[in-house]
Structures are given as C-alpha cells and as structure tokens.
C-alpha cells in the first residue's frame, strides 16, 4: 500500500501536470513491452513498438524493469516540459544518484556489465542512454503524442471539475478505484509498502497514457513528490484499432440506464431535470437512474443551490472504456 500523508499546506500545493510526460511514458511503455501477460488496452500499439524493440532498447529496458523498481533517474523532475528538457535532466544526474539507482536494481535483477559504468558516472555511458531514449521516443511515442496531449487536457477538465464542485479531497479520491482516505493519509493500492510524508512541498499529479493498472511514484524520498496515474485514454482507436459498441452496455444496464450514464459522461455536471428532456424521459425516472448509478460507484452527485447535477466518476468512466 501507498501512504501519501498530507498537511493542510499540502493540500493547497497540489499541481495538475500541463500534459503527459515523455520520460514518464517512455518507462511506462517499455513496462508495457516486457509484460509477458496480454494488455488489451495496447494490443495494435505494442505490435507496431516492438519494431522499434532493438537491442538498445533492449538494454535500456533492464533499466526499467515491469516489475519491481525501474531507475528513478530516468524520470528527472524538470522545470520545462518536453523531451529535450527530460534528456538534459537525465544527463545532469547526479554521480551520486547514479550509484544509488544502479545498486537498486543490482539487487532485483542482473544488469548488463556497461550498468556498471553508469553506477560510477561515466558520462558516456549516460549519453548513450539518452541517446536511445530519445530514438525510441521518436519512433514508438512521438505520432502517438497528439493524442496522449489531448487525453491529459481531457483529464486536467475533469480533476478541475471535481476539485471545484467537490473539493480537493474528493478530486484526489477520484484518481484510481483503490483511493481512499484516513485521515489526512490518502491511501492507494501499491505493489509493496511505502510511505510518502509530504511535509509542506505539495504534489505533482501526473496522468499517463502508459500506467498500468496502479499509481507510481519514487522510491526516492527526497525526489519531488510526484504522483503517476493512469488515465482512460486507453479506449483509444490509436492503440486498440477498435472501438467499443453501444450493446454490450445496454445488455448489462438495460437500455434506459445505459443512456443516462452515456448521457452524463457527455456533459458533466448535467442536472436531473435536463437529463429528463435529453433523454425524453420523467424527471422521476431520471432521478431512479441516477440513484441506482450512483449507488453502483458509477456517478457522484453534487447540489448546487437546491439542483442535483451528475458527473462520472473514475469507476464510470472506466466502465465506459
């Protein structure tokens, strides 16, 4: 489990990332190509990257592996965002932090005898590095950006959305299924046990294209604390070839259910009285659909000078996906 404690100072540092970070999803989808198990999600993707598997890739892929700690020096906190910013945090790494990363990992895995020379910080070796981040960013991640810079947009407007009508509490409890509070402690599924005490220095929310499955963050404490977390863009056309139809929802909800929920994930924050008129529906027919949904963890609902208005919620949305 993940502990993320938090102070009230904290909670009024909390930063939305301008859009997806590359180094992020350069380690993320190098995740996604060692992992032995089908991920639908990013099935046609992964066919077309693992074209640009070669042996450089390969070797910077023991760097990051699916499971367990992959170098935290590959995801450099920079002050700008972009690809040359990442790879020029990279190359400024510390010797030190160098050393501490490759010991790390020596101790889950076997590494290739030129880790070695990273772990000492010859300079080379970490210009190599980059040099293969950066031509398998080009070549797997780049004609996807688009559209990953549209999906984080999507997801900064409905963080936004929550933190406005629900607080910032409810916004953090929205950003995976296994969120929850005690406390002042936010609570996440996580592979092993970590504590994370923000202490006043806030939190970076990062949403990713790449995640698989649970949140991410560094096992470095002293780094920036940043959270990663996995957003719907997976049900893109980009990467599945396919999108999903209309019946399978409407066999598991009925019909009518199946069109309000579809209803509120095209227009956040919709009241049950325009609910009622879209769907040509009464408005206390409205109202039992939204309770039901809600009830499911499907939507939440927020009132607003005596007017109930809805929204998904992750679950909803993931659902949908």
Same mark, same amino acid.
């Given at each position: ?46 066919? =077309? ?19 367990? !700690? ?24 510390? =010797? ?40 398998? !960013? ?51 599924? !996580? ?37 990663? !977390? ?34 509120? =994930? ?56």
């Amino acid at each position: 489990m993940l502990r993320i404690h938090f102070t009230a100072e904290d909670l009024g540092r909390i930063r939305l990332a301008e859009g997806p970070d590359p180094l992020w999803e350069v380690v993320l989808s190098l995740h996604v190509l060692q992992t032995e198990r089908p991920v639908r999600p990013f099935d046609r993707w992964r066919r =077309a990257a693992l074209r640009h598997f070669t042996p450089e890739v390969r070797e910077l892929a023991s760097l990051t592996p699916a499971k367990g !700690y992959s170098a935290d020096f590959l995801t450099p906190a920079t002050a700008a965002p972009g690809i040359d910013a990442g790879l020029a945090g990279i190359e400024d790494t510390p =010797a030190e932090q160098l050393r501490t990363d490759i010991s790390l990992l020596s101790r889950q895995q076997r590494l290739p005898d030129w880790a070695g020379r990273l772990a000492v910080g010859d300079r080379a070796a970490v210009a190599a590095v980059t040099r293969t981040v950066r031509s398998y !960013y080009t070549a797997a991640l780049a004609p996807l950006w688009p559209e990953l810079e549209q999906s984080a947009a999507a997801e900064r407007n409905r963080y936004g959305q929550l933190a406005f009508h629900g607080g910032l509490k409810l916004a953090l409890a929205e950003l995976h299924p296994t969120a929850r509070w005690r406390g002042s402690v936010l609570e996440l599924g !996580y592979p092993v046990h970590q504590e994370v005490h923000l202490g006043g220095r806030g939190l970076i929310l990062t949403p990713s294209y790449f995640c698989l499955g649970r949140p991410i963050t560094f096992r470095d404490p002293g780094r920036p604390p940043t959270l990663v !977390y996995p957003i719907s863009a997976t049900d893109s056309g980009a990467l599945t070839g396919e999108r999903p139809g209309a019946a399978a929802l409407d066999a598991l909800f009925g019909r009518g259910r199946a069109r309000v929920l579809r209803a509120i =994930a095209e227009r956040p924050r919709i009241s049950t009285t325009g609910l009622a008129g879209l769907l040509g529906i009464s408005a206390a027919g409205a109202s039992q659909h939204a309770t039901v949904l809600r009830t499911a963890g499907l939507i939440y609902t927020t009132r607003t000078g005596g007017t109930a208005r809805h929204s998904l919620t992750l679950r909803g949305r993931s659902l949908l996906r």
